[in-house]
């Protein structure tokens, strides 16, 4: 249906000016609209795709949809431009709703408002320019900033436009001012590279999306799963339901009736995990592959001071054991929606004094993915 909108769209235009778009392959596939979502490693071509005067030019070896495309030296002396678009991950030239604070946030952040509906944020993005010829391809998410380099080690979502320059005139795809409700429009091309099919795999697709507390959405549409921008609950849905899992989008008291407690409410700190007994605390020792494991929820609520008077302040989710083997401990990473600059994964003792709960998504959802899979 994209791929057809975009067929009639640029038909429309024929007779105009030349229109430019970015169409992607993965692997040896025809190349078509984005976006495309692959594995770490898989090659995905980004083709520049004109039309003009009623003809279609581009160096796709094949156009889903279109026969015969002609080669882009038939429009003349042609240079095609890549431009990385990019979001910014808080804000830096526009006002915050929430003043002081340059975190994006559909929502009032602290306070007795908190959580309270502010509109959607408005998101900012740039571009520069990355390569140049006919034909990029991509085997990893490359966002310019080193921070998200090393957070996403290859894995997230990067963006490109395409710039075609014919007779000294350039003409680009949709790229950075391409804005709507809730971000960046669809129409610039995105991709987005995951470890692995599995749920934290999936999840690590959403590298270089920003944080948008109170994210906001309904299903397609969602900013989540058009990666825009994710909230801490928000981006474990969005891992799900690339997964397979066809959980509602929800916030993090509302993850409860998808998910099945695995522990009850333990005290988290420096020293490990504890159980409050009338007799004092008592160690608790969790075996990773068992009692809990990679793909689960960890809650948590931060002491000794209550920030937002809710229930529970944040959500994460359980990377792969990488502390003890076979035993939960401090230094097990959970990826979770960072403060400034979206998905990290830090070890769990980064998150400091914390009441926490060990969750996991109940079985239908967890079948939903076997089979995805």
């Not at 992607?24 to 003009?52: N, S, T, Y």
């Not at 946030?105 to 010829?133: C, I, M």
């Not at 950075?176 to 470890?195: K, T």
């Not at 692995?196 to 697709?205: F, I, K, Q, R, T």
Request: aromatic share 8%; hydrophobic share 40%.
């Amino acid at each position: 249906m994209r791929a057809l909108t975009l067929l009639l769209c640029f038909a429309s235009s024929a007779m105009a000016s030349p229109q430019v778009a970015v169409w992607g392959a993965l692997g040896d596939a025809a190349a078509r609209p984005g976006p495309i979502e692959a594995r770490l490693g898989e090659p995905v071509h980004l083709f520049a795709v004109v039309r003009h005067r009623g003809r279609w030019y581009s160096d796709a070896p094949r156009l889903r949809g279109v026969r015969r495309p002609r080669p882009l030296s038939d429009l003349g002396d042609v240079r095609v431009t890549w431009r990385l678009v990019e979001p910014r991950q808080h804000h830096a030239e526009t006002p915050s709703p929430n003043p002081g604070n340059p975190a994006y946030s559909n929502s009032v952040l602290f306070g007795p408002r908190h959580g309270q509906w502010l509109g959607y944020d408005t998101l900012e993005y740039h571009a520069a320019p990355v390569a140049e010829g006919p034909r990029l391809t991509l085997t990893e998410a490359r966002p310019s900033h080193p921070r998200l380099q090393a957070q996403g080690r290859g894995r997230g979502t990067v963006r490109y436009q395409a710039v075609v320059t014919l007779a000294g005139q350039a003409h680009a795809s949709p790229g950075p001012e391409a804005l709507q409700r809730g971000g960046i429009s669809p129409r610039v091309f995105r991709v987005s590279f995951r470890g692995a099919d599995d749920l934290v795999g999936w999840l690590e697709s959403f590298y270089n999306v920003p944080n948008v507390f109170g994210s906001a959405g309904r299903g397609a549409n969602h900013q989540t799963e058009r990666h825009q921008g994710a909230d801490c609950a928000d981006v474990l849905v969005g891992a799900a339901r690339k997964a397979g899992a066809k959980v509602p989008y929800t916030s993090v008291a509302g993850l409860g009736p998808h998910t099945d407690a695995l522990t009850e409410r333990l005290l988290m700190d420096a020293d490990g995990l504890w159980r409050q007994t009338e007799a004092g605390r008592e160690r608790v020792t969790l075996r990773f592959g068992r009692d809990v494991q990679a793909g689960d929820l960890l809650l948590i609520k931060y002491a000794p001071v209550d920030w937002t008077g809710r229930v529970w302040d944040h959500i994460g989710m359980l990377g792969p054991d990488g502390g003890v083997p076979q035993v939960f401990d401090l230094e097990d990473p959970v990826l979770h929606i960072g403060y400034l600059y979206g998905l990290v994964s830090q070890p769990a003792r980064a998150h400091g004094v914390a009441v926490v709960e060990f969750r996991r998504l109940k079985r239908p959802y967890l079948r939903q993915m076997a089979r995805r899979r």
